[in-house]
């Protein structure tokens, strides 16, 4: 198992390097003038000049690039053009409540999804396996900016005094579900699937012919041989989440990444975009290896193919 995570780490290093190659390149390929964007309408040639040294803009673009890996290297990802604040403590202040988000997103999805899944396999063609499909469809098909809207506009019918903001955990309850439908509804769809597929086999039969009850047939032994897909799916989407979901945080005013983000690129403050960028990236592919750990804890055959 050491070996297999060594493997995997080792892999991860040219993914880490090009993901800051690409954060660095972004504030070229970006139309504009990142010095023009800080001062303004009015401003003056020398004044350009002075921030282009500051910010080591009027130098080549390897000189950048060190300047750039260096401040990586010590936690500075650069100071904000719009409110001259370290980047690195703007995205540390966000991330808390992005992760709250995260979280209570992925409860919902797991919640709904597994137990839905489940029971549809239970029953399949049934009346409670056909709504229970209905709601997936539905749930894959919405928008999240669409189911977000339509939570609004229930919760004000039945007076749901959280709408937005943060605070207490009832503000968290519509962004979690507006952003877990998606995920649940997939994670539904999937469990069913591959639970009708399990639950075929013989070793259920077996197990079932020995007396033991439903719940352990379900639990102990179908469900554990399921784990890999369902694993993929809640380790992505969770990965998904903490990069940055601008759209609910923007709809229920969420103080998140994601909103950092959205209002980084309407300023055109560009520190702050490479900053929320390379975070978000490096998130994502922080949980992506996580789930590749949990591969080949949950199926020995897997850590064994790839040592």
Same mark, same amino acid.
């Given at each position: 198992?050491?070996?297999?995570?060594?493997?995997?780490?080792?892999?991860?290093?040219?993914?880490?390097?090009g993901?800051?190659?690409?954060?660095?390149?972004?504030?070229?390929?970006?139309?504009?003038?990142?010095?023009?964007?800080m001062?303004?309408?009015?401003?003056?040639?020398?004044?350009?000049?002075?921030?282009?040294?500051?910010?080591?803009?009027?130098?080549?673009?390897?000189?950048?690039?060190?300047?750039?890996?260096?401040?990586?290297?010590?936690?500075?990802?650069?100071?904000?053009?719009?409110n001259?604040?370290?980047?690195?403590?703007?995205?540390?202040?966000r991330?808390?409540?992005?992760?709250?988000?995260?979280?209570?997103?992925?409860?919902i999805?797991? #919640?709904?999804? *597994?137990? %839905?899944?489940?029971?549809? $396999?239970? /029953?399949?063609?049934? +009346?409670?396996?056909?709504?229970?499909?209905?709601?997936?469809?539905?749930?894959?098909?919405?928008?999240?900016?669409?189911?977000?809207?339509?939570?609004?506009?229930?919760?004000?019918?039945?007076?749901?005094?959280?709408?937005?903001?943060?605070?207490?955990?009832?503000?968290?309850?519509?962004?979690?579900?507006?952003?877990?439908?998606?995920?649940?509804?997939?994670?539904?769809?999937?469990?069913?699937?591959?639970?009708?597929?399990?639950?075929?086999?013989?070793?259920?039969?077996?197990?079932?012919?020995?007396? #033991?009850?439903? *719940?352990? %047939?379900?639990?102990?032994? $179908?469900? /554990?041989?399921?784990? +890999?897909?369902?694993?993929?799916?809640?380790?992505?989407?969770?990965?998904?989440?903490?990069?940055?979901?601008?759209?609910?945080?923007?709809?229920?005013?969420?103080?998140?990444?994601?909103?950092?983000?959205?209002?980084?690129?309407?300023?055109?403050?560009?520190?702050?975009?490479q900053?929320?960028v390379?975070?978000?990236?490096?998130?994502?592919?922080?949980?992506?290896?996580?789930?590749?750990?949990?591969?080949?804890?949950?199926?020995?055959?897997?850590?064994?193919?790839?040592?």
């Open positions: 198992m050491i070996q297999f995570i060594i493997r995997r780490i080792l892999e991860l290093i040219p993914v880490i390097i993901i800051i190659l690409l954060t660095f390149i972004l504030m070229y390929i970006v139309p504009g003038d990142p010095v023009l964007s001062v303004g309408e009015r401003y003056d040639e020398a004044t350009l000049e002075i921030l282009r040294e500051q910010f080591h803009l009027n130098q080549s673009l390897p000189t950048q690039f060190f300047h750039y890996l260096n401040g990586l290297i010590h936690g500075d990802l650069g100071i904000s053009f719009v001259q604040q370290p980047v690195t403590k703007l995205i540390m202040e991330f808390p409540a992005t992760m709250i988000l995260a979280l209570g997103a992925m409860f999805s797991i #919640l709904l999804g *597994l137990s %839905v899944g489940v029971i549809s $396999a239970i /029953k399949p063609h049934s +009346i409670i396996d056909r709504a229970a499909m209905l709601f997936a469809l539905a749930g894959i098909s919405m928008p999240v900016f669409w189911v977000g809207l339509l939570l609004v506009l229930a919760a004000q019918s039945m007076g749901w005094q959280y709408l937005s903001g943060y605070g207490c955990w009832a503000y968290l309850v519509l962004p979690a579900i507006t952003l877990g439908t998606r995920s649940a509804a997939f994670l539904a769809r999937v469990t069913r699937a591959n639970m009708l597929e399990v639950l075929n086999q013989d070793y259920i039969r077996t197990a079932r012919a020995k007396g #033991l009850s439903q *719940l352990i %047939v379900i639990t102990k032994h $179908a469900l /554990k041989n399921t784990l +890999i897909p369902i694993v993929t799916i809640i380790g992505v989407d969770f990965g998904s989440y903490l990069s940055g979901a601008v759209l609910t945080e923007s709809i229920f005013n969420w103080p998140g990444i994601g909103r950092l983000a959205l209002n980084a690129i309407m300023q055109r403050d560009f520190p702050v975009i900053g929320t390379l975070v978000t990236a490096l998130v994502f592919v922080t949980s992506n290896f996580i789930v590749d750990i949990l591969y080949g804890y949950l199926d020995p055959r897997i850590r064994i193919e790839k040592s």
